[in-house]
């Protein structure tokens, strides 16, 4: 059987790096209701993204910026140079000019503030699943 998808043809697997397992529990519920994406699961530090991404391909991660460990901008950076096919995303309730422009010169697809809501991190998602650059609201109000 095949699922139904946004229009690509493929499933987004979507792989998870938050120390809040709150969140990264409330993603995996809202990712298992959708049937254009596919929850490949979470990590709760930066510190071995790059290992994780090579051996579960996910089209999508996203990415916290208050993590404990590797630096995640350092993880993103490297994932993008290892595995140019994964898309990072930033999802941070820290939303500054600055870290949106560290964020995408580290190799991020996008930036998505945790205080946008679903819809907005779903529509940031698909457009960078389907090869854009994309910023929530509040993202794109701090990108200049």
Request: negative net charge.
């Amino acid at each position: 059987m095949t699922l139904p998808t946004s229009g690509t043809g493929r499933r987004h697997a979507v792989l998870c790096v938050d120390d809040n397992a709150e969140i990264a529990a409330a993603l995996e519920l809202l990712f298992s209701r959708l049937p254009d994406f596919e929850w490949l699961g979470w990590l709760p530090a930066a510190d071995h993204l790059v290992a994780e991404a090579l051996e579960r391909h996910p089209r999508l991660v996203l990415v916290d910026i208050d993590l404990p460990g590797t630096d995640p901008f350092r993880a993103i950076e490297e994932l993008a140079e290892r595995d140019p096919e994964v898309r990072a995303v930033m999802f941070s309730g820290h939303v500054r000019p600055e870290l949106v422009d560290r964020a995408l010169g580290a190799g991020a697809w996008g930036y998505v503030s945790k205080n946008d809501g679903e819809e907005e991190l779903l529509s940031v998602l698909r457009q960078v699943a389907a090869g854009e650059f994309a910023l929530s609201s509040e993202a794109g109000r701090m990108h200049v």
